[in-house]
T-cell receptor, first 114, second 113 residues
Framework: AQSVTQLGSHVSVSEGALVLLRCNYS??????LFWYVQYPNQGLQLLLK??????LVKGINGFEAEFKKSETSFHLTKPSAHMSDAAEYFC????????????FGKGITLSVRP | DAGITQSPRHKVTETGTPVTLRCHQT?????MYWYRQDPGHGLRLIHY???????DKGEVSDGYSVSRSKTEDFLLTLESATSSQTSVYFC????????????FGPGTRLTVL
Protein backbone atom coordinates (compact mmCIF):
# COMPACT_ATOMS: atom_id res chain seq x y z
CA ALA A 1 0.00 0.00 0.00
CA GLN A 2 1.15 3.49 -0.72
CA SER A 3 1.26 6.34 1.75
CA VAL A 4 2.38 9.94 1.90
CA THR A 5 3.69 11.83 4.91
CA GLN A 6 3.66 15.59 5.04
CA LEU A 7 5.15 16.61 8.37
CA GLY A 8 3.49 19.52 10.08
CA SER A 9 0.25 21.16 9.06
CA HIS A 10 1.39 24.75 8.74
CA VAL A 11 4.47 26.55 7.45
CA SER A 12 5.00 30.30 7.69
CA VAL A 13 7.65 32.19 5.75
CA SER A 14 8.47 35.81 5.02
CA GLU A 15 7.96 37.22 1.58
CA GLY A 16 11.15 36.64 -0.41
CA ALA A 17 12.29 33.73 1.76
CA LEU A 18 12.86 30.15 0.66
CA VAL A 19 9.84 27.88 0.66
CA LEU A 20 10.43 24.22 1.59
CA LEU A 21 7.51 21.84 1.95
CA ARG A 22 8.43 18.27 2.78
CA CYS A 23 6.92 15.09 1.39
CA ASN A 24 7.96 11.51 2.05
CA TYR A 25 6.29 8.55 0.47
CA SER A 26 6.19 4.79 0.67
CA UNK A 27 5.54 2.63 -2.34
CA UNK A 28 6.37 -0.90 -3.33
CA UNK A 29 7.09 0.12 -6.92
CA UNK A 30 8.66 3.19 -8.54
CA UNK A 31 5.90 5.71 -8.11
CA UNK A 32 4.47 8.70 -9.84
CA LEU A 33 4.54 11.73 -7.53
CA PHE A 34 2.55 14.94 -7.63
CA TRP A 35 2.23 18.27 -5.88
CA TYR A 36 -1.13 20.02 -5.99
CA VAL A 37 -2.04 23.48 -4.72
CA GLN A 38 -5.43 24.58 -3.41
CA TYR A 39 -6.33 28.24 -3.07
CA PRO A 40 -9.19 29.13 -0.73
CA ASN A 41 -12.60 27.87 -1.85
CA GLN A 42 -11.18 26.33 -5.02
CA GLY A 43 -10.36 22.90 -6.36
CA LEU A 44 -6.89 21.43 -6.61
CA GLN A 45 -4.48 22.55 -9.32
CA LEU A 46 -1.47 20.54 -10.43
CA LEU A 47 1.84 22.25 -9.59
CA LEU A 48 4.20 19.60 -10.91
CA LYS A 49 4.66 15.87 -11.32
CA UNK A 50 7.40 13.24 -11.38
CA UNK A 51 6.82 10.35 -13.76
CA UNK A 52 10.24 8.65 -13.93
CA UNK A 53 11.98 11.08 -16.26
CA UNK A 54 14.22 13.84 -14.82
CA UNK A 55 14.52 13.72 -11.03
CA LEU A 56 14.40 17.52 -10.74
CA VAL A 57 10.99 18.64 -11.83
CA LYS A 58 10.01 22.21 -12.55
CA GLY A 59 6.42 23.31 -12.19
CA ILE A 60 4.29 26.38 -12.42
CA ASN A 61 4.75 29.61 -10.45
CA GLY A 62 8.48 29.01 -9.90
CA PHE A 63 8.11 25.82 -7.86
CA GLU A 64 10.28 22.77 -8.27
CA ALA A 65 10.72 19.40 -6.58
CA GLU A 66 13.43 16.78 -6.54
CA PHE A 67 12.76 13.06 -6.48
CA LYS A 68 15.24 11.30 -4.18
CA LYS A 69 14.73 7.56 -4.27
CA SER A 70 17.25 6.84 -1.50
CA GLU A 71 15.38 9.17 0.86
CA THR A 72 11.89 8.35 -0.49
CA SER A 73 11.30 12.07 -0.65
CA PHE A 74 9.78 14.58 -3.05
CA HIS A 75 10.18 17.95 -1.32
CA LEU A 76 8.73 21.08 -2.89
CA THR A 77 10.80 24.28 -3.02
CA LYS A 78 10.63 27.83 -4.28
CA PRO A 79 13.58 30.20 -3.92
CA SER A 80 11.57 33.31 -3.10
CA ALA A 81 8.07 33.28 -1.62
CA HIS A 82 5.41 35.62 -2.88
CA MET A 83 2.24 36.65 -1.08
CA SER A 84 0.22 34.89 -3.77
CA ASP A 85 1.80 31.55 -2.79
CA ALA A 86 -0.32 31.42 0.36
CA ALA A 87 -2.41 28.28 -0.08
CA GLU A 88 -2.69 24.64 0.93
CA TYR A 89 -0.30 22.20 -0.71
CA PHE A 90 -0.85 18.49 -1.15
CA CYS A 91 1.64 15.80 -2.07
CA UNK A 92 0.25 12.67 -3.73
CA UNK A 93 1.64 9.30 -4.83
CA UNK A 94 0.39 6.84 -7.41
CA UNK A 95 1.30 3.34 -8.42
CA UNK A 96 1.70 3.47 -12.21
CA UNK A 97 -0.45 0.38 -12.57
CA UNK A 98 -3.19 1.19 -10.08
CA UNK A 99 -6.15 2.43 -12.11
CA UNK A 100 -4.68 5.91 -11.86
CA UNK A 101 -5.58 6.20 -8.18
CA UNK A 102 -3.81 8.83 -6.11
CA UNK A 103 -3.06 8.69 -2.39
CA PHE A 104 -2.81 12.14 -0.83
CA GLY A 105 -0.95 13.48 2.15
CA LYS A 106 -2.82 15.50 4.76
CA GLY A 107 -1.71 18.80 3.26
CA ILE A 108 0.35 21.76 4.46
CA THR A 109 -0.94 25.31 4.74
CA LEU A 110 1.62 27.87 3.62
CA SER A 111 1.37 31.39 5.03
CA VAL A 112 3.49 34.23 3.66
CA ARG A 113 4.26 37.20 5.93
CA PRO A 114 4.83 40.64 4.39
CA ASP B 1 -8.94 24.35 -17.18
CA ALA B 2 -10.32 20.87 -17.64
CA GLY B 3 -14.05 20.91 -18.27
CA ILE B 4 -15.38 19.61 -14.98
CA THR B 5 -18.45 20.93 -13.22
CA GLN B 6 -20.04 19.85 -9.98
CA SER B 7 -23.58 20.43 -8.84
CA PRO B 8 -24.79 21.64 -6.52
CA ARG B 9 -21.87 23.77 -5.26
CA HIS B 10 -23.40 24.11 -1.81
CA LYS B 11 -26.04 22.06 -0.05
CA VAL B 12 -27.48 21.94 3.44
CA THR B 13 -29.56 18.94 4.33
CA GLU B 14 -30.88 17.09 7.36
CA THR B 15 -29.77 13.80 8.83
CA GLY B 16 -31.47 10.84 7.24
CA THR B 17 -32.27 12.46 3.90
CA PRO B 18 -30.87 11.16 0.60
CA VAL B 19 -28.43 13.38 -1.27
CA THR B 20 -27.03 13.09 -4.79
CA LEU B 21 -24.04 15.04 -6.03
CA ARG B 22 -23.28 15.26 -9.73
CA CYS B 23 -19.99 15.50 -11.56
CA HIS B 24 -20.04 16.34 -15.26
CA GLN B 25 -17.03 16.36 -17.60
CA THR B 26 -16.60 17.50 -21.18
CA UNK B 27 -13.13 15.93 -21.66
CA UNK B 28 -14.24 12.39 -22.50
CA UNK B 29 -11.80 11.01 -19.91
CA UNK B 30 -12.09 7.37 -18.93
CA UNK B 31 -11.50 7.69 -15.18
CA MET B 32 -13.61 9.64 -12.72
CA TYR B 33 -13.16 9.91 -8.95
CA TRP B 34 -14.99 11.16 -5.90
CA TYR B 35 -12.99 12.44 -2.91
CA ARG B 36 -13.92 14.02 0.35
CA GLN B 37 -11.74 16.68 2.00
CA ASP B 38 -11.72 17.11 5.77
CA PRO B 39 -9.34 19.14 7.93
CA GLY B 40 -6.39 17.04 9.04
CA HIS B 41 -7.19 14.24 6.61
CA GLY B 42 -6.31 15.67 3.22
CA LEU B 43 -8.29 14.12 0.38
CA ARG B 44 -9.62 10.60 0.71
CA LEU B 45 -10.96 8.55 -2.15
CA ILE B 46 -14.60 7.49 -1.82
CA HIS B 47 -15.30 5.69 -5.11
CA TYR B 48 -13.94 5.76 -8.61
CA UNK B 49 -14.98 4.71 -12.08
CA UNK B 50 -12.83 3.25 -14.84
CA UNK B 51 -15.55 3.24 -17.48
CA UNK B 52 -19.29 3.39 -18.03
CA UNK B 53 -20.96 1.16 -15.43
CA UNK B 54 -17.52 0.18 -14.06
CA UNK B 55 -16.94 1.42 -10.52
CA ASP B 56 -14.96 0.40 -7.47
CA LYS B 57 -14.61 1.35 -3.83
CA GLY B 58 -12.03 3.67 -2.41
CA GLU B 59 -10.69 4.22 1.07
CA VAL B 60 -13.87 5.64 2.68
CA SER B 61 -16.79 4.14 0.74
CA ASP B 62 -19.13 3.22 3.61
CA GLY B 63 -22.41 5.14 3.37
CA TYR B 64 -21.84 6.15 -0.25
CA SER B 65 -22.83 4.72 -3.60
CA VAL B 66 -22.02 5.82 -7.14
CA SER B 67 -23.30 5.39 -10.64
CA ARG B 68 -21.97 6.12 -14.07
CA SER B 69 -24.43 5.55 -16.89
CA LYS B 70 -22.56 7.67 -19.45
CA THR B 71 -18.99 8.80 -19.90
CA GLU B 72 -19.57 12.39 -18.91
CA ASP B 73 -21.52 11.94 -15.66
CA PHE B 74 -20.54 10.42 -12.32
CA LEU B 75 -23.07 10.57 -9.50
CA LEU B 76 -22.34 10.23 -5.79
CA THR B 77 -25.28 9.30 -3.56
CA LEU B 78 -25.58 9.43 0.18
CA GLU B 79 -28.55 7.13 0.80
CA SER B 80 -29.19 8.49 4.30
CA ALA B 81 -26.98 11.42 5.15
CA THR B 82 -25.27 11.61 8.55
CA SER B 83 -23.47 14.49 10.24
CA SER B 84 -20.15 12.68 9.74
CA GLN B 85 -20.65 13.15 6.00
CA THR B 86 -20.45 16.92 6.35
CA SER B 87 -17.49 17.67 4.12
CA VAL B 88 -16.26 19.18 0.89
CA TYR B 89 -16.59 16.75 -1.98
CA PHE B 90 -14.36 16.90 -5.03
CA CYS B 91 -14.71 15.15 -8.34
CA UNK B 92 -11.64 14.45 -10.45
CA UNK B 93 -11.02 13.00 -13.91
CA UNK B 94 -8.06 11.24 -15.48
CA UNK B 95 -7.09 9.57 -18.70
CA UNK B 96 -5.45 6.21 -19.29
CA UNK B 97 -1.87 6.68 -20.37
CA UNK B 98 -1.67 10.17 -18.87
CA UNK B 99 0.63 8.95 -16.08
CA UNK B 100 -2.15 9.11 -13.52
CA UNK B 101 -2.53 12.89 -13.56
CA UNK B 102 -5.94 13.98 -12.30
CA UNK B 103 -7.88 17.18 -12.89
CA PHE B 104 -10.21 18.45 -10.19
CA GLY B 105 -13.61 20.07 -10.17
CA PRO B 106 -14.48 23.10 -8.02
CA GLY B 107 -15.99 21.09 -5.18
CA THR B 108 -19.34 20.78 -3.39
CA ARG B 109 -19.68 21.89 0.20
CA LEU B 110 -22.21 19.64 1.96
CA THR B 111 -23.53 20.31 5.43
CA VAL B 112 -25.64 17.67 7.18
CA LEU B 113 -27.53 19.03 10.17
Amino acid sequence: AQSVTQLGSHVSVSEGALVLLRCNYSSSVPPYLFWYVQYPNQGLQLLLKYTSAATLVKGINGFEAEFKKSETSFHLTKPSAHMSDAAEYFCAVSDPGANSKLTFGKGITLSVRP
Amino acid sequence: DAGITQSPRHKVTETGTPVTLRCHQTENHRYMYWYRQDPGHGLRLIHYSYGVKDTDKGEVSDGYSVSRSKTEDFLLTLESATSSQTSVYFCAIGEQGARNEQFFGPGTRLTVL
